[in-house]
């Protein structure tokens, strides 16, 4: 009778987590489908790009340029010097994320005093270069405030953005901080590197071990019928 009792419990048990563990898969798709919806009034917006940069192996001065985006993830950017920063984090197209990752509900949290959602997002493709990443979402108005992910082994990157209403509707970063740190020893990784290759980079090719930049975002321009042209062409 008490082995009886003990494997019922143990099932209960399992069948516990198994539910708990639908409930929060459950929860972080909703949760992360609403930060989609938030957007879904954008089809394409021209915005101007300020940056500093603080990095080991990379000291520049503040780079100018202006980014073009159109859904779900397409990125253009006109500018010389910005060939240094990664293309694909200068935007935050949710509607990517939702296609490339599931999502679940971790724990609620506080930043800078605020309550916002902590979630889980594993890559539905094994082959993804970045295979689970946390996010934090503000539920006042479903934007994506803070980022954690590892894009290399044993180098994390931290980003933190902050949003500003467009139109009256659309809450769009206005300031974007990320913070690159690592563990490895320095070693050149030409395989995996953060920034555009291009001859006159070279020097710049190891991916950055410890440092920081900072992008500051101007000007929107929303809808405003970009053509997919655009797109086509190699960045400046």
Excluded at 110 to 116: A, L, P
Excluded at 203 to 225: H, K, Q, V
Aim: hydrophobic share 40%.
């Amino acid at each position: 009778m008490r082995t009886h009792n003990l494997l019922i419990c143990l099932a209960v048990f399992i069948l516990g987590g198994w539910q708990l563990a639908f409930a929060q898969a459950a929860r972080g798709e909703r949760i992360l489908a609403r930060c989609e919806e938030a957007y879904a009034g954008i089809e394409d917006y021209t915005v101007d790009l300020a940056a500093t940069i603080n990095m080991e192996r990379v000291q520049i001065p503040e780079m100018k340029a202006t980014l073009y985006f159109k859904r779900p993830d397409r990125i253009h950017v006109k500018s010389g010097n910005f060939a240094l920063l990664p293309r694909a984090g200068l935007a935050m197209p949710v509607t990517a994320l939702t296609a490339r990752y599931t999502a679940a509900f971790e724990a609620t949290d506080s930043i800078e005093g605020k309550e916002v959602y902590r979630l889980i997002l594993m890559a539905r493709n094994p082959q993804a270069p970045v295979q689970s990443m946390t996010i934090w979402v503000d539920p006042s108005n479903h934007t994506i405030v803070q980022t954690t992910s590892s894009p290399y082994r044993g180098r994390s990157v931290t980003v933190k953005i902050r949003h500003a209403l467009q139109e009256g509707r659309f809450w769009l970063p206005e300031r974007m901080t990320a913070v690159f740190t690592t563990t490895l020893p320095d070693t050149i990784d030409e395989a995996n590197d953060l920034f555009a290759a291009k001859p006159q980079l070279q020097e710049f090719r190891r991916p950055p071990r410890n440092g920081s930049m900072e992008i500051r975002y101007s000007n929107y321009r929303l809808n405003t019928g970009l053509s997919d042209e655009l797109f086509k062409t190699n960045p400046e």
